[in-house]
């Protein structure tokens, strides 16, 4: 299987947010902070990095991705996994 | 006995098998109403075993199974208070949960955690005490107390030293990271990952499979594999309670419970 690249795993993680947040997908940019534009709280901030792990089949340790904010940098640290 | 329908927990028997509801707001937070519920339901527990081949638990709240002890609580009780007198409340509420978790450890109906959503600290250690767990694929496992200056309270580390390699138990425990239901099943935490939502229906299968096994016979089976770390279950309150009188730990307990930071369950 072909590597992803930052943009591909950008992407995907832009259209698994909006779908499950249920926020236009043409809403969403990578620089966005994710916890502002989805509304989200801690708990599905968890929900979203669960989902992330089982979408990519990677491991996001909590300490690897905390102060992480923005979904850019969010596929940087999953890209770093797979 | 039919059924019981509490504030935070409810239970009621059906075809042989005892189903326990979590049903606390927020997301079952194990403060000392909830406690006293649990006590309740260990009597029934007892007094069912010759009617139920299965327990199933698992929760009615829709962020998960449960986030653990009820640090609001904990906090609020231990202030103004001296050291020694916050380790004694502290010791008397451990001895309570502990015999509540041992009795549902060694009770010899089969037991089955259901699990969902955030499976944190002390609920973490009641799954820990169930003997399967059946994950949904959203479920998540952490023990965050290290963060607070404590040890895992409610008998999760003599648990999970019993059921897991010491690489597993060290990496939950020092780094407080968590972790997903197919990294569980992998570490062989749990014993079924289920589809979102599916965890409840999968632990029923579960319970009317093992409900066709003679229970002495099963029961034995459980004995012989799962015996009870009572040694290590004390030694783990009084490490609790020693590592419990130090200021630092007030001090971790006020960050939390007035903290305003997004990731409050976050380690």
Redesign the interface.
């Known amino acids: 299987m072909a590597v992803k690249t930052l943009e591909q795993t950008t992407n995907e993680i832009l259209g698994l947010a909006a779908e499950h947040f249920r926020v236009p997908r043409e809403q969403l940019a990578a620089g966005d902070d994710f916890y502002k534009k989805l509304k989200i709280d801690s708990l599905q901030a968890l929900e979203l990095l669960t989902r992330l792990e089982n979408h990519f089949g990677v491991e996001l340790p909590d300490y690897e991705v905390a102060g992480v904010t923005d979904f850019r940098t969010l596929a940087g640290r999953i890209q770093a996994r797979l | 006995m039919t059924g019981h329908q509490g504030k935070s927990i409810s239970w009621q028997m059906k075809d042989g098998v005892l189903e326990l509801a979590l049903h606390r707001a927020p ?1 079952n937070e194990v403060g000392t109403a909830m406690l006293e519920e649990l006590e309740g339901f260990i009597t029934a527990l007892s007094a069912a075993e010759g009617n139920a081949s299965a327990l199933i638990i698992y929760s009615q709240r829709p ?2 199974f449960s986030s653990g002890a009820d640090l609001r609580e904990l906090y609020a009780g231990a202030l103004l208070k001296t050291a020694a007198e916050r380790t004694t409340l502290v010791r008397a509420f451990l001895e309570r949960t502990h015999h509540v978790l041992n009795v549902l450890d060694s009770s010899p109906l089969t037991t089955i955690a259901a699990v969902h ?2 499976t944190f600290g002390g609920g973490f250690e009641l799954a820990l005490a169930c003997d399967l767990i059946v994950a949904d ?4 496992f ?1 023990f965050p107390e290290l963060r607070l200056g404590l040890i895992p309270g409610f008998g999760g580390i003599p648990r999970l030293k019993r059921d897991l390699g010491n690489a597993m138990v060290r990496d939950l425990l020092l ?6 239901a ?2 569980a099943l992998a570490a062989g935490l749990v014993s079924q990952v289920t589809g979102e939502g599916e965890a409840l229906r999968v632990a029923r299968s579960v319970a009317a499979q093992v409900g066709k096994f003679d229970r002495m016979a099963s029961a034995a089976a459980k004995r012989f594999l799962k015996p009870i770390p009572r040694e290590e279950l004390r030694r783990e309150i009084s490490l609790f309670c020693e590592l419990f009188m130090r200021p630092a730990v007030m001090e971790g307990l006020r960050r939390f419970v007035e903290s305003t ?7």
Do not use: E, F
């Not at chain 2, 694929?137 to 998540?140: T, V, W, Y």
């Not at chain 2, 930071?261 to 380690?267: G, R």
């Open positions: 997301c962020a998960g959503g955030v694929k959203m479920s998540r952490c780094t407080g990271r968590s972790i997903n197919s990294k930071d997004t990731h409050p369950y976050l380690p």
